[in-house]
Structure formats: structure tokens, C-alpha cells
């Protein structure tokens, strides 16, 4: 068969989408049950019946022609050659298949590993996982390679979905019994063997092949585990949202999202390049928007495609609105929300329960403590909940860090609204912020003189036990603490945000172009002001003033700041409420009389 022309399947489903239907809207039109459509399009079913054919033909309104194709793939189907198995189903998507260059050539250099064809028990099967997020398109660059390196397996190329999503997946023995027979093993030598030999069929039959075998949409270890050939030349492709760490000797690749120029092209090729090139700012924005995923471009492509009266930026402005953008990235019966729920109803409650407050944490990423923090754990107990999360495809890692994809973040955001119960969220955040800035004081006292490391009765989560551990945590959560002593200030908990401004003045020096310690002392300045105490506060404005000075290289914006501060630390009328410092951030407060706090670790000039 010409693999350019489309087998009746991947027509099929074209046709309805084309036709903007669900499986229940083509069903109640022609008639044909939701779950024969299921089947058909997946090819489950490669030859239907001429009068099924001609009811999806009216239930989806075609024309002469379009339903004369219809029925010419559904013949094409009836006439598969018998002579080997060949991949039958590739879903809409693998014709336009845009980028993932590394991705692919990785894949292609793992079954070329195994070049022997005369199989036996000297050889082992070349098995390789591909793992990774909900619609991050790991089927999709599977089946394409498996296209691609169709001709090396002379003996047949398959593929098995292992419905790993579903409520009630495939079952091994199910799998097994469908291989033989689609490798024309007889009845009789099946009903010879009973069930309980079919797994020794099967295996011998493997080992005699030189095949391509696709395990696609994989559960867990424990359902592809028996399904791996234990000799043989064969090669096997598993697809899974989960890692399948636990399977012994496979090589892994973990796909993430698409790099900024290649979801553009994903989106061009989708709605054409004179469209495209119209509108170039806003199809950026809409890449950017989807997150770079595939299964997200493909919604959003499949949008415009389908309303060709729509401008791009039309798309992109609707999807601009996080607190709506989920809800606009469904086209049909696809959906990326509907994608995420599958994989979030799988995890144990413990795993739930940190995946949506994860959406709390206002940094890109989260450590083990703070996941501690988040559901209450000791430290261990976080560890495994992350690693279920990982696991799933539900979070990514970065060195020791946790990160939520972009459009993850704003499902989790969904589910603790939906799943958290009322004001609970709030209480999470609020102890989140808390601790944070517990932290945060006890870190930034390590490089006080007069503190150094944490109290021996400290028992906090994070390991502080060193300077550099203290310092390495501070700049690692920066965008975390910020935020929590931005709140802080809003909410008027002036005490702390003092606290913490205090505690920081020495570590700032280990951090000078960080960017942010104008704001922070300016925030403490103002909060002291609030709280009625000058000293406070003209200590404060001084750190501010160095802030700007040093920080910023803003001469003449510090020195209003700098000579403010001995004017509000003496009150008209009264002794001066301490003596001036010894080693004052900015030199114009030598001169000042300023209350004695440790206010800078060092009189360097400025």
C-alpha cells in the first residue's frame, strides 16, 4: 500500500474533525456506535463493512467524492497484504510532523543497535521508552519513527495501544493473543496451547522475528514488563506518561516541550505559510501562549484551520487570559485540560494534593522542603510525592529543583479550586509565605557576625548547616521570599517585613546585583514608618540609600534617602535615641546621627 495515501482510520477521523464532531455527534448521526467509530479510528477495525461506510458518509455529510474516498481506504484496508504485519494506524498529525530533529535521530540510532537478523538466544531486543508530559507528542514522534524506519524490519512493524489511561487497560494476555494472530498464528495451535501457553507462543514467535513493535500508551511497568521479548532482533518502542524506571536495561527519552522556532512551525505548517507570515507577532504569542507543547499548538492550529475568517491575533487574545486559556485549548473532543485529568486522576492523594499547590509556590520551581511545607510531610515523605509526580509525567526536575510545565501550573490552579475545600488554599499560601520568611531570617543571620549558623534547637526543613548551604538557598528562592515579603507588606505585617530586611543587610553584600534590594529595603523603610519607630526606620532608609547607590548606580536618587535618615532618627526636642553607627552603607551618613544598628558589613567608599 502507498503509505501516502491514508488508511481509512486516519481519514475517518480527518473527516469528523473537519466536520467539527465528537465520536457522540458522528454516532447519533450515522447510527454507528460511539465505541465502533473508537475502533475504527484506531484501527482496531482496518476493513468496516460497506453499509457502515456508507452511514459515517451521510451521518458526516459528504459529498460524492469525498464518500467515494471513504470507501476507497476502507478497501484498501480489506486488501492488506497477508505477508508481514505492517503498522496499520498512525493518527492525524503524523503527516505534519514539525522538528524534534535530536529527538528523532536518537531514536533511530537506538534500533540500529541491533542489526543481526538471524534473532536466537544470543541477542537481546532493543527496547527504548518515551516518556514525558500529557500532550508533550511522544506517540506522535514514536509512530513517525517507526515510518521512518519502516523498512528495516522486514518481518513486520506493529503497533499495540496499551490504553494506559483507561479505566481498565489492556490486559497483557489481551495484548499477547492479538500479536500472534496478526502474525497469522493459527487457531488450532493457539487453542493447542490453552491461555496459559500463549506467553510462551508469543515469545518464541518474537524471537524469530525481525520486527518493530510499538507499545503505545503504557500504564505502568507491571503491563509491558511481559510483553518485552526476551530474545530476539526485535525492536520495542514504549510510549508512557510515566518513566518506567523499573524496566531493567531500556534506554529513555524523556520529551519536553517543543523549542520556540519549532512550535512556530508546528503552527505555520498547520495554517499555512502566506497566513502565517500575515501575522508573525501573533503567531509567537500563541506559541508562547500554548507553552510550546504540541498538544496545545495542535488545538490552537486546529482553531484557526478551522475558522478561516479568524485573524491569529484574534486566538491569541482570547488565549492571552490565563484564568481562560485552558477552557479555549479544546477543539472537538480534544482538549488539554481533558489531557491533564487523565494522569491527575491516577495519583495517589498525597500526590494530588501537592501537584495543585504547587500552583501557590510564586517562583518557576519548588525544592523537597518546600513540598514539605506544602501537605504537611517531614522531608522523606515529600521526596516520594515529588518522585510519584516526576514519575507521572506531572512535573519536570532541573538539578535538585521541581518544575510545573506553564500550562501544568494553571490545570493545578483549576484543581485547587475545584478539589481544595474553601479557604484552605488561602491558609496553605498564607503558611507557605510564613515559613518562607521564617527562613529566610535564619539563612540571612548566617552572615551576621553576631549569628552565624541557626540555634542548635533550630528545626527547621531546609538544610542550613552551612554558610554556602545559606546562601545557596537564599538566591534559589529569591523570586519565592520576595514575593511572600511583598505580601507581608500588603497585608501590614510590619514587624516581619523588618525582621527580614534586617536579617538580610549582611547577605546583601554577597549579592549586590541581584536587582530587588532597593525594593526590599524601601519596603522595610516604610514599615518601620508604619510602626512608629525612627530608629528603625532611619536604619532602614540607610540600607535603602546604599541599595540604590551601589545597587542601581543611582548617585543622586540615594542622596535624598541618605540624608533623610538622620532627620527622622532625631526627634525634635529629645536626646538622640542611640549613638551614631561605626560603619554606616553610605557615607554620607558618617556625618549623620544615626542609631546605633549594624548597619552595613563594611565602610567601603562609594
Not at 90 to 99: L, T
Amino acid at each position: 500500500m502507498n503509505e501516502r495515501e491514508p488508511e481509512f482510520g486516519a481519514l475517518l477521523r480527518q473527516l469528523r474533525l473537519n466536520a467539527y464532531m465528537t465520536m457522540k455527534d458522528l454516532s447519533e448521526a450515522s447510527g454507528v456506535s460511539v465505541r465502533g467509530i473508537g475502533d475504527l479510528e484506531r484501527g482496531r477495525r482496518a476493513a468496516p463493512q460497506r453499509r457502515t461506510v456508507a452511514a459515517l458518509a451521510v451521518g458526516l455529510g459528504l459529498d460524492e467524492g469525498r464518500s467515494d474516498e471513504l470507501l476507497v481506504a476502507a478497501r484498501r484496508g480489506a486488501a492488506a497484504p497477508d505477508g508481514s504485519v505492517a503498522v496499520r494506524t498512525f493518527p492525524r498529525g503524523i503527516n505534519d510532523f514539525v522538528g524534534r530533529d535530536q529527538e528523532l535521530a536518537w531514536l533511530q540510532a537506538r534500533a540500529s543497535e541491533q542489526r543481526d537478523d538471524t534473532g536466537g538466544a544470543d541477542h537481546r531486543p532493543v527496547v527504548v521508552t518515551v516518556s514525558g508530559p500529557p500532550g508533550a507528542g511522544k506517540t506522535t514522534l514514536t509512530l513517525h519513527a517507526a515510518q521512518e524506519l519502516a523498512d528495516r524490519f522486514p518481518d513486520g512493524r506493529m503497533v499495540l495501544d496499551l490504553r494506559g489511561m483507561d479505566d481498565t487497560p489492556a490486559s497483557t494476555a489481551e495484548l499477547m493473543l492479538s500479536v500472534c494472530k496478526a502474525f497469522r498464528v493459527v487457531d488450532q495451535e493457539l487453542a493447542t496451547a490453552g491461555p496459559q501457553g500463549h506467553a510462551a507462543l508469543y515469545q518464541d514467535l518474537l524471537s524469530k522475528k525481525r520486527c518493530l513493535l510499538v507499545l503505545d500508551n503504557a500504564r505502568d511497568e507491571a503491563q509491558v514488563r511481559e510483553l518485552l521479548p526476551a530474545h530476539g532482533t526485535a525492536v520495542v518502542m514504549v510510549t508512557s506518561r510515566r518513566m518506567l524506571t523499573g524496566l531493567d536495561g531500556a534506554h529513555r527519552l524523556v520529551l519536553g516541550e517543543l523549542s520556540s522556532g519549532e512550535a512556530i512551525a508546528f503552527l505555520t505548517a498547520m495554517i499555512g505559510t502566506r497566513r502565517a507570515s500575515t501575522e508573525p507577532s501573533a503567531v509567537e504569542d500563541v506559541a508562547r501562549q500554548c507553552a510550546y507543547l504540541p498538544l496545545a499548538l495542535r488545538v490552537a492550529g486546529s482553531w484557526l484551520a478551522t475558522r478561516t475568517g479568524w485573524t491569529v491575533r484574534r486566538l491569541a487574545d482570547r488565549l492571552a487570559g490565563e484564568e481562560r486559556r485552558l477552557d479555549a485549548l479544546v477543539a472537538g473532543d480534544r482538549g488539554v485540560a481533558a489531557a491533564f485529568d487523565l494522569s491527575y486522576r491516577q495519583l495517589t492523594p498525597d500526590a494530588a494534593r501537592l501537584f495543585r499547590r504547587l500552583a501557590l509556590v510564586p517562583g518557576p520551581d519548588a525544592g523537597s522542603a518546600c513540598a514539605a511545607q506544602l501537605i504537611g510531610k517531614d522531608l522523606s515523605a515529600a521526596e516520594d510525592t515529588l518522585e510519584e509526580l516526576v514519575e507521572t509525567g506531572l512535573l519536570g526536575t532541573h538539578g535538585n529543583r521541581f518544575k510545573l510545565h506553564d500550562l501544568l501550573r494553571l490545570y493545578a490552579h483549576v484543581r485547587l479550586d475545584a478539589d481544595e475545600e474553601a479557604g484552605e488554599a488561602e491558609k496553605v499560601r498564607a503558611d507557605l509565605y510564613r515559613w518562607l520568611l521564617e527562613t529566610t531570617v535564619v539563612a540571612g543571620r548566617w552572615f551576621e557576625p553576631d549569628h552565624g549558623a541557626p540555634p542548635a534547637d533550630w528545626g527547621g526543613l531546609v538544610d542550613l548547616s552551612s554558610a554556602a548551604m545559606a546562601r545557596d538557598w537564599l538566591r534559589t528562592q529569591g523570586v519565592n521570599w520576595l514575593t511572600a515579603l511583598r505580601a507581608a507588606a500588603e497585608e501590614g505585617d510590619h514587624a516581619l517585613v523588618v525582621e527580614v530586611a534586617e536579617s538580610l543587610h549582611w547577605f546583601s553584600d554577597q549579592w549586590i546585583f541581584w536587582g530587588h534590594w532597593p525594593e526590599v529595603f524601601g519596603m522595610a523603610a516604610l514599615s518601620a514608618k508604619a510602626l512608629g519607630d525612627p530608629v528603625v526606620e532611619a536604619t532602614q532608609l540607610d540600607y535603602h540609600a546604599w541599595a540604590v547607590l551601589v545597587c542601581e548606580s543611582r548617585p543622586e536618587a540615594s542622596l535624598p534617602l541618605s540624608a533623610a535618615a538622620p532627620a527622622i532618627a532625631v526627634v525634635p526636642g529629645k536626646a538622640p535615641a542611640s549613638s551614631p553607627p561605626t560603619s554606616p552603607r553610605h557615607p554620607a551618613a558618617a556625618a549623620s546621627t544615626s542609631p546605633t544598628r549594624r548597619s552595613g558589613p563594611n565602610s567601603r567608599p562609594s
